[in-house]
């Protein structure tokens, strides 16, 4: 579980893609020197359509731009759509690309579900908002609630280092230091924040997100909110909250009451009495679904980031959070998940017995009993190095309109 603590740093919190996708659009715009993208989810939506061009026009003007997408999130993505970028000199990866089988996609397990921007070696941003207009409001009622953070300081240079790490299987010859618009300047003061990238993968890294998380929570002496999609944590997990509900902690989890898959929810609710009974106080937040993953713990300890709370994020799947010791950071984010609270969300209420139907009992069992050994069960899927994809530009001239 070791990480690289930075200080320094100034990071700032962005909410939903009305403030995630001018944020990042302006880097790219901006960038000079490189751009490294890693998503789970890249549609060929209005949201994917102008992330295109601005990267088809950084690269245009000389920019080295990276650019890996996961092959069960992005599957449908045509070749039209990245033949565009790849002809500028894009260079377009798809982690784990395959085929699909009577219709379906089959690679369902261990996903790249990281979502990092990096641009010039002095900014990046990290969360859990993917490229696609499902994460504005002018989507609907089916529109996410999500979060990401802007970082800019030292820890810059560290989630630089990582990403371009990740490419290493295609493209062996890039170094961090090249990719630097300049060096690192240690004695430049960003901000106050004191801060780590936190990454959960299938080999040196299999739950330190989840540690870290479990660290903030069995700290915690006043207050902890945990605001988070699909929560299905393992027993240690709920057992450290029920622990910090009985010492007099205020332990507040913001989970779906709207969510975009109907399981998210059933699964969460086996949970509920579990946790209410221990003081636990349950919100459902009813205004459309809830994508987000982030936490604060007591005004000071705080993360961001693309993990959910789940099996497939904690035991299966890439992940990366922004892990953050800072008031003010943490305080802004309390703040606006407060706002959640008082506006938009339900408090749940303990089942009484007579309400309890003998089938959810059974159910419970069985998710305990799953909860507790699905850590150990996750090593049974197959654990192959999956395959990092480049695609590679066309050979032939682009023919007359082709973009």
């Not at 969460?268 to 579990?274: H, P, S, V």
Request: aromatic share 10%; proline share 5%; glycine share 6%.
């Amino acid at each position: 579980m070791t990480v690289t603590w930075t200080a320094d740093n100034s990071l700032t919190l962005l909410e939903n893609g009305e403030e995630f996708f001018p944020a990042v659009f302006e880097a790219i715009r901006n960038a000079e020197r490189s751009i490294i993208l890693e998503t789970f989810i890249l549609f060929a939506d209005k949201v994917g359509s102008e992330l295109r061009q601005v990267i088809i026009d950084a690269a245009t003007r000389g920019v080295s731009v990276e650019i890996t997408v996961d092959g069960y999130g992005s599957a449908d993505l045509s070749d039209e759509f990245i033949r565009g970028m790849t002809r500028a000199g894009v260079g377009f990866h798809i982690f784990d690309p395959r085929p699909r089988r009577f219709g379906m996609r089959t690679n369902l397990f261990r996903r790249l579900h990281r979502k990092i921007v990096v641009v010039d070696g002095l900014v990046a941003f990290v969360g859990g908002i993917n490229f696609s207009s499902d994460h504005l409001a002018d989507f609907g009622p089916t529109a996410k609630q999500d979060y990401a953070v802007m970082v800019r300081g030292p820890l810059v240079n560290e989630i630089g280092r990582f990403v371009v790490e990740a490419l290493s299987p295609v493209r062996p010859s890039f170094s961090w230091r090249n990719l630097r618009r300049q060096p690192v300047n240690r004695a430049v003061r960003f901000g106050p924040s004191v801060a780590a990238l936190v990454l959960r993968d299938n080999e040196h890294h299999k739950n330190d997100i989840e540690q870290h998380y479990r660290i903030g929570i069995r700290a915690a002496q006043h207050d902890i909110t945990i605001a988070n999609a699909y929560f299905f944590p393992g027993y240690r997990f709920l057992r450290d909250l029920r622990t910090a509900a009985k010492r007099g902690v205020r332990v507040r989890l913001i989970l779906q009451g709207e969510p975009d898959m109907a399981i998210a929810r059933f699964v969460a609710t086996m949970l509920y009495d579990y946790l209410l009974s221990a003081g636990v106080q349950i919100f459902e937040y009813c205004e459309r679904p809830f994508h987000g993953k982030v936490a604060t713990v007591d005004g000071m300890w705080s993360t961001v980031g693309s993990s959910n709370l789940d099996p497939l994020s904690l035991a299966l799947n890439l992940e990366a959070n922004v892990v953050v010791h800072d008031s003010a950071f943490t305080a802004h984010l309390q703040h606006r998940l407060d706002a959640l609270i008082q506006d938009h969300c339900q408090l749940m209420k303990r089942l009484t017995p007579p309400r309890r139907k003998i089938q959810r009992v059974f159910v419970g069992v069985f998710v305990f009993h799953f909860l507790r050994r699905f850590p150990a069960w996750a090593g049974w899927f197959p654990a192959r190095k999956a395959p990092l994809m480049s695609i590679q530009p066309p050979t032939h001239p682009a023919s007359e309109g082709e973009s």
